[in-house]
């Protein structure tokens, strides 16, 4: 992956603008701009505006001028690109405390500007200076659509991260164009009256938990988020021999605001088979269980060739094309165009298949073996594939049941190459059993944390192991991150609308002495924050946890050793909760959302983030999709607007939850929207 340079941006994370307009209050007209020489009328000895730097990096031809064709004035600032290879140029406030603006961590800023540009690949960047680490690239805000006329852009940044004093920004252009730009704005965003104080006691930093009165109908081995909010629960034979030899093989879809199951006719043992969310919302469920190991020794268990695509509108699984080998324990991962790359499991003869399978879904099928670029490696069983933005996938170092993998214990993998690089750092590689990884917020950022895991085969102890790679880096590398407050294997961790991973559940052996410990990632800190409440419930292996479109946590699943299975459902409500009155988005009037498009919302007051954020579908702390992207904000005398990336490998196609969260961070419950 090619490195971020110092004043640059790599352009396949580009973020263009997503208009969607909510209520909301506006930035005050007589908020202090916080730019100096923000109409570029002051020059210096160069000629070129004070306070203002040309930038940029990489093979191009480009050219900076002073131009009349001003906004107001006399003199804005011109760039011209007329061959690109790589690289950008943008004009940037100067990396110095006498011109970069100074900011107050935690707060939000409006940032707005004049423009003019002949090229769509045009948007607005932003860099922070950490007071640690010095200058250093921060996030694309809002691409901007090309213009004859001069036209106001406005944004609104993320809050300011911790250990920042001051922030530089400005226009890039990445195209073969002209791009003008005049009259730059930046006020402080953030309201000056604190959010009420907290009554819930513990609950206020700790959250709470409720076990539901009533238990799940089937084994939660498999659970899935579907859109409009239901729960669907796969248990196949759940791991038990005796429904297997019966071919009782069960599913139920489970609705959290009645409370009320309904049974799913199921036609094949899923057991441990794969699962992904298709764009158009059905879930595809890949392999399971072909039978279970041999009482005489000849065979573990096998993997089935067989795949189905669960349809909510019937409530009803469907027979697809068989993949080219037997899965049981593959992975499943959605691309940037719809379709599904899948990996490793147990194959029918009970060894490690060793095949790539790709579901195409233009095509509704899995391709033939000879239409697939093939690496013949084994990837071990529910291999933690991540999509990464440039189309390649990271292998976390997550899974289960892995032992004496060769390499480094992760790597990077591109399909359309056929290659595989190792990426070093993960600390004990063969202690990574139901582990988890998770892309951490905002996946802008690339940045993939791996915690926890233990082994089943020498049964040591789990350990607390928290490893984090940043792979927008050159050279990306795990780096040892805080460790989790108790060691854990079976350890779930959950994506929060408010950018914070809630970890839970876990076991210090296997299938064997559960832990009751939960605490709250903070990946802006870089720490825990330990003492969450915990679940009563055991949450060991086959147990999952995931986020539900109201804001808060459903776990479900525990199979000890004895073959027991606990069918109790526990629902976790963060203390994001119990901090006051909920923002509501109030209407949508559009949910279909094409990259690029402008869409309308309502809201009922004034916000501070949004955030998409994909429906679960998780099993055995597994799973690879959960992602949490940042909607940065545009607050002006209009309304405000947020603003969705154009790369699809960021936002694969398919149903989101769309979250907004006020200043305290309290977030809405979701409105369900379709990109892509």
């Given amino acids: 992956m090619r490195p971020i340079h110092r004043g640059s941006v790599v352009r396949w994370v580009l973020a263009v603008a997503l208009l969607v307009t909510v209520v909301a209050s506006a930035p005050s007209a007589q ?9 570029m009328e002051t020059l210096g000895a160069d000629g070129f505006p004070d306070c203002w730097e040309k930038s940029g990096w990489g093979d191009n031809d480009s050219t900076f001028a002073v131009t009349d064709q001003a906004h107001s004035g006399s003199k804005a600032v011109s760039i011209t690109i007329t061959r690109i290879a790589s690289g950008d140029r943008k004009t940037l406030v100067l990396e110095n405390a006498q011109c970069a603006p100074q900011v107050t961590v935690g707060h939000q800023y409006d940032l707005s500007v004049w423009y003019k540009t002949t090229t769509p690949n045009t948007v607005v960047t932003m860099f922070r200076h950490d007071m640690t680490a010095g200058w250093q690239y921060w996030t694309d805000l809002s691409a901007l659509p090309v ?12 809050a300011v ?36 104080a907290c009554t819930a006691g513990a609950a206020c ?41 019966a071919g009782t093989f069960k599913t139920a879809v489970y609705d959290p605001a009645t409370g009320q199951f309904a049974d799913v006719t199921t036609p094949f043992d899923a057991f441990c088979a794969g699962h992904v969310m298709l764009p158009d919302g059905r879930l595809l469920v890949m392999g399971g269980n072909k039978d279970y190991p041999a009482a005489d020794g000849s065979h573990g268990y096998e993997g089935l060739k067989d795949a189905y695509v669960f349809d909510p509108a019937d409530n009803s699984y469907h027979r697809l094309n068989d993949m080219n080998a037997g899965h049981w324990y593959p992975s499943a991962t959605v691309m940037g165009n719809g379709d599904v790359l899948s990996l490793g499991g147990l194959g029918e003869d009970s060894s490690g298949t060793v095949s790539t399978e790709y579901f195409s879904y233009a095509q509704q099928r899995w391709l033939g073996m000879g239409e697939i670029p093939q690496t013949w490696r084994f990837w071990g069983l529910y291999p933690s594939m991540v999509l990464l933005q440039d189309g390649r996938l990271f292998y976390t170092g997550s899974h289960v049941f892995g032992n004496g993998l060769s390499g ?58 928290t490893d984090i790679v940043d792979l927008k880096a050159a050279t990306p590398s795990y780096q040892a991150g805080p460790g989790l407050p108790t060691p854990k294997m079976y350890v779930s961790a959950v994506l929060l609308p408010d950018g914070k991973v809630f970890e839970t559940g876990g076991g210090l052996h296997n299938r064997a002495d559960p832990v009751y410990e939960a605490s709250m990632f903070d990946p802006a800190a870089n720490s825990f924050t330990s003492g969450m409440a915990t679940d009563p419930v055991p949450r060991t292996y086959h147990s999952s946890a995931f986020l539900l479109p109201d804001g808060r946590v459903m776990a479900v699943g525990d199979n000890p050793g004895n073959g027991t299975f606990d069918k109790r459902i526990s629902i976790y409500s963060p203390p994001y909760l119990f901090q006051g009155a909920r923002p509501e988005i109030t209407a949508v009037a559009n949910t279909n959302w094409a990259y690029g498009s402008s869409q309308q919302i309502t809201v009922n007051g004034q916000i501070a983030k949004a955030s998409l954020i994909r429906p679960a579908a998780v099993t055995h702390s597994s799973d690879p999709n959960q992602r949490y992207l940042d909607l940065p904000l545009t607050v002006d005398a209009t309304g405000t607007k947020v603003n969705l990336t154009t790369n699809p490998n960021l936002a694969p196609p398919g149903w989101y939850m769309l979250f907004v969260a006020n200043a305290a961070g309290v977030p809405s419950v979701a409105q369900w929207v379709h990109v892509g």
Avoid at 31 to 39: H, K, P, Q, S, V
Avoid at 206 to 217: C, D, I, N, R
């Fill in 205 to 245: 930093t700790k959250g709470s938990w409720e076990v539901l009165a009533f238990e799940a109908t089937v084994r939660g081995i498999h659970a899935a988020v579907l859109p409009g909010g239901k729960v669907l629960l796969i248990a196949g034979s759940g791991n038990d021999p005796t429904a297997f030899a």
């Fill in 161 to 196: 991260p911790a250990n920042t004093d001051r922030i530089t920004w400005g226009v890039t252009i990445y195209g073969v164009g002209t791009l003008v730009t005049d009259d730059y704005g930046m006020s402080d965003a953030t309201p000056a009256t604190p959010p009420p």
């Fill in 408 to 465: 480094t214990g992760a790597s990077i993998y591109d399909y359309a190459a056929g290659t595989v690089t190792d990426i070093p750092g993960l600390r004990d590689k063969d202690e990574r059993d139901q582990s988890m990884s998770v892309l951490l917020p905002p996946a802008q950022d690339q940045r993939v944390a791996t915690f926890g895991g233990g082994n089943i085969v020498t049964n040591v102890d789990a350990n607390a192991l």
């Fill in 31 to 39: 908020a202090e701009n916080l730019m100096l020489n923000a109409g």
């Fill in 147 to 158: 213009t004859a006329a001069y036209a106001n852009a406005g944004v609104r940044t993320p």
